[in-house]
């Protein structure tokens, strides 16, 4: 080699890949020195083509996929028979996990066998809130979750992929014909595991199954690690589709990897018998041994006859639109409850709801995503990418055509059931009932009868449930009670009932009836003790303080910080953490009682003129209702004027109470006080002197 070729060559800068120069919209361009750490664009083809030739070998049956997301989703198929050039893989970035007859659709696959994990550890629960491993480094991840998967009885995966924003397990298996899809859909659907309850529990089930229980104490600690780990539960189905290795990662600006092994060559396949034993319920030669037991038991009695099939009538789709329309329904009030579809999941609630919305209203992709992008959070561009495939069948279906499924005739859409919406959405039992879902919900959806489903219709248009009537009713009526014991009329007591309700008369004397005939309930209640007093640092100022905070507006002065601080630091004087002794005689007025001290407290006005007001009673005073179920008036019992008006009162009572018990009827105690008595004079001295201390003047 010449002097002047080899200065060419030290001159010469290294080789960057296209997409690591590539512009995008508000970057930078990379340069040589950014992007030295990353292969050659040439090394990143020739990982592309190992990534596929180790899914797909040479010469094996059917074509598979190979899909570009830069720019439109694109994607082509190619035989594995074929031999792959390097050209065919320099623009694309995904490749599909089986092989298919023509095109990717899992109704068309020609080989089924490998099974995989995708994890996405950036991603939301279905509350939103972030997963325990976010940003944790891709290989401590892996260390994580396969302590679980070999915890749990399952082989290692072959190999592991950082994908840039997450990970993918993949277990290499043999390749089975495509009739096998159905035993094979059935291992992913038990490896992803069900929608686990918020606490980590699996979901309860409607029948007792011994077999089904040690499968989910076996698999459930890995279940909930798969949970926290991020995976993504739609991405079992047959026709997906993975990165690939060496591709770039856009979102993350990362290059997808091979996390291990670290040589190719160490990549192990497994069995699929094998792996169905350790994640089903019955192993292959338990469930053989079962059908053998089944066929050797005779038939204790004669087979029963089927039932004859239902007609349908001439409309095929009789009676499945309304069904659309409560699933349509259900997913907005989903929406509704969670407060927005988390990360994750808009795509996908996107794509569950316009597929409601085409069943009942029609449409086309555009008016779907204008309607739901806004309510996912998603631009009409992001909505538009998940509505092709809807809206290629909402098309066959304006053009007229159907599908043959049975006997059945179905249109071209997709034709999910409550379960399968709500088991890809994530919601678990407690959720539904907490948003009130009928059928997108798990298990069987709750048919709503049509009288609940009015009653929740006038509820919604803005009608009082009876029972909410009826309590307000028996709280109104009590209040009125309460007005009376305190020396009001009934005429008095009815009036104040029609202001506070807004209703009539009749109704405030019936309410007050049935508060009579309602026996009042004593309950015990703790009342949690007082916190201590704390002292605020007293400041010097020569300034006299002339206002302050007070109860009463001719109080006196609050007591020096000496003061507080000395009465904080006596234990006698800490309030003693005990239990108060309530007698609640309606909601507006209850009696308290503790070992030191005795009062009353009547709640009176609504709204914000609601106050309280209490009344020291002595401490060993009787209570307002002995044991014989009559009231007595509120008293304070400072002189013997009051002490004598409320003894003739009560003395009335007592005959009353006496009178009606020899006529064999009761009569409510309360209704009494609207009956003249004879009461002991006023003592006006005494009133007044009982004035002048509590004002202080």
């Known amino acids: 080699m010449s002097q002047a070729a080899h200065r060419t060559m030290q001159a010469r800068k290294p080789v960057v890949p296209a997409f690591l ?51 439109p989703y ?42 995989w994990l995708e994890f996405d550890p950036y991603g939301e629960d279905a509350q939103g809130n972030a997963l325990p491993y976010r940003g944790m480094n891709p290989a401590a991840l ?72 040690a499968q989910e104490s076996r ?40 996390l291990w092994p670290a040589f190719i060559e160490d990549i192990q396949s497994h069995r699929v018998d094998l792996i169905a034993d350790a994640v089903l319920p019955l192993t292959n030669v338990a469930y053989r041994q079962r059908l053998a037991e089944k066929a050797e038991r005779a038939p204790t009695e004669a087979p029963r006859q089927p039932k004859p099939k239902r007609t349908r009538s001439a409309n095929p789709h009789a009676g499945k639109m309304a069904a659309w329309d409560r699933k349509l329904a259900d997913l907005l009030r989903l929406r509704e409850h969670r407060g927005r ?29 204008e309607l739901l992008a806004p309510l996912a959070g998603l631009s009409v561009a992001e909505a538009l990418d998940c509505l092709g495939s809807l809206g290629r069948r909402q098309k066959r279906r304006e053009a007229g055509e159907t599908v043959e499924h049975g006997k059945l005739t179905w249109n071209p859409l997709f034709h999910y059931s409550g379960a399968k919406i709500a088991d890809a959405l994530g919601v678990t039992v407690e959720e539904a009932d907490g948003a009130g879902l009928g059928i997108v919900r798990p298990g069987k959806g709750h048919a709503i009868p049509a009288i609940q489903r009015k009653a929740e219709k006038r509820v919604r248009d803005g009608a009082v449930p ?18 009376q014991a305190e020396g009001k009329s009934k005429a008095e007591a009815v009036a104040a009932v029609m202001n506070l309700s807004g209703r009539g008369r009749t109704w405030a004397i019936e309410a007050m009836k049935l508060a009579a005939a309602t026996p009042a309930e004593a309950t015990v209640e703790t009342v949690a003790a007082a916190p201590e007093p704390r002292t605020a640092p007293a400041r010097k100022s020569g300034i006299r303080q002339v206002r302050f905070s007070g109860r009463y507006i001719g109080g006196s002065a609050p007591p020096a910080p000496e003061t507080l601080a000395a009465v904080a630091a006596d234990p006698t004087t800490a309030p003693a953490d005990e239990p ?82 020899r006529r064999g009827s009761r009569v409510s105690a309360a209704h009494s006080f609207a009956r003249r008595v004879a009461v002991a004079p006023l003592d006006v001295k005494a009133a007044a002197e009982a004035y002048r201390l509590a004002s202080g003047r």
Request: proline share 6%; net charge positive; charged share 25%.
């Open 21 to 71: 120069t590539a512009i995008r919209p508000g970057s930078q361009p990379r340069t040589a020195e950014v992007a030295r750490d990353y292969p050659s664009q040439h090394e990143c083809e020739r990982e592309m083509m190992r990534h596929v030739r180790l899914i797909h070998p040479h010469g094996s049956d059917g074509a598979y996929v190979l899909a570009s997301k830069r720019g």
């Open 74 to 115: 694109k994607e082509r198929s190619y035989r594995a028979r074929d031999r792959l050039v390097q050209a065919s893989v320099r623009y694309e970035d995904f490749v599909s996990m089986n092989r298919f007859q023509r095109r990717r659709l899992g109704s068309a696959l020609a080989s089924v066998g490998h099974l």
């Open 142 to 213: 892996m260390a994580i979750i396969l302590a679980a998967i070999l915890e749990a009885g399952l082989p290692a995966p072959s190999y592991w992929t950082d994908s840039g924003r997450g990970l993918h397990a993949v277990w290499l298996c043999e390749a089975l014909p495509g009739k096998a899809a159905t035993k094979v859909q059935r291992i992913m659907d038990e490896l992803y595991g069900p929608t686990l309850n918020p606490d980590g529990s699996v979901p309860a089930r409607s029948l007792e199954d011994p077999d089904r229980d």
């Open 219 to 258: 698999l459930a600690p890995m279940w909930r690690v798969f949970r926290d780990a991020g995976l993504d539960r739609q991405t079992r189905d047959p026709s997906r589709v993975l990165r690939m290795w060496g591709t770039w990662n856009s979102k993350a600006s990362r290059l997808c990897r091979r």
């Open 341 to 369: 579809i988390a990360v994750g999941q808009r795509h996908l609630w996107v794509f569950l709801t316009a597929n409601c919305y085409a069943q009942t209203k029609g449409g086309d992709p555009s008016t779907w995503a």
């Open 466 to 483: 009876h029972a909410a009537r009826a309590d307000a009713k028996l709280l109104a009526g009590r209040q009125g009670l309460t007005l």
């Open 580 to 661: 108060v002794l309530v007698r609640r005689y309606t909601p507006f007025f209850a009696e308290y009682r503790s070992s030191t001290a005795h009062w009353t407290i009547l709640k009176v006005g609504t709204g914000c003129m609601a106050y309280e007001v209490r009344e020291d009673m002595p401490l060993d005073a009787p209570d307002l209702v002995p044991e014989g179920g009559y009231r007595t008036p509120l008293t304070s019992g400072l002189n013997a004027a009051t002490d004598a008006r409320f003894a003739a009162v009560q003395a009335d009572l007592h005959r009353e109470a006496t009178r009606d018990r």
